[in-house]
Nanobody, 115 residues
Framework: QVRLVESGGGLVQAGGSLRLSCASS????????MDWYRQPPGKQREFVAT???????NYTDSVKGRFTISRDNAWTRVYLQMNNLKPEDTAVYHC?????????WGQGTQVTVSS
């Protein structure tokens, strides 16, 4: 079965950094893209970043230049390095991937950025 488990969230002051990790199992990880989404309080879930099986990345405009997505295919893990954090980055961050036409989500990790 598919399992996605995020870690690394926490409370940080504006301008600080965090590195999120996602441990995965049950996906065709080596050939599939992996994604990060986030859900700010009171708002809908939104796309943050994606990385292809070969390591090509794309980001939503609001995080470009500040966030970096990466992956470790040997250990089926995906990461999100978050620098220069802003209060508007406060959200529950979810790792996500697709298998067999179904999108799967981790439980999420809370990131809170104080002003």
């Amino acid at each position: 079965q598919v399992r996605l488990v995020e870690s690394g969230g926490g409370l940080v002051q504006a301008g600080g950094s965090l590195r999120l990790s996602c441990a995965s199992s049950g996906l065709n990880f080596k050939i599939a893209p992996m994604d990060w989404y986030r859900q700010p309080p009171g708002k809908q879930r939104e796309f943050v970043a994606t990385i292809s099986s070969s390591g090509r990345a794309n980001y939503t405009d609001s995080v470009k230049g500040r966030f970096t997505i990466s992956r470790d295919n040997a250990w089926t893990r995906v990461y999100l390095q978050m620098n220069n954090l802003k209060p508007e980055d406060t959200a529950v961050y979810h790792c996500s991937g697709v298998r067999g036409g179904t999108r799967f989500w981790g439980q999420g990790t809370q990131v809170t950025v104080s002003s």
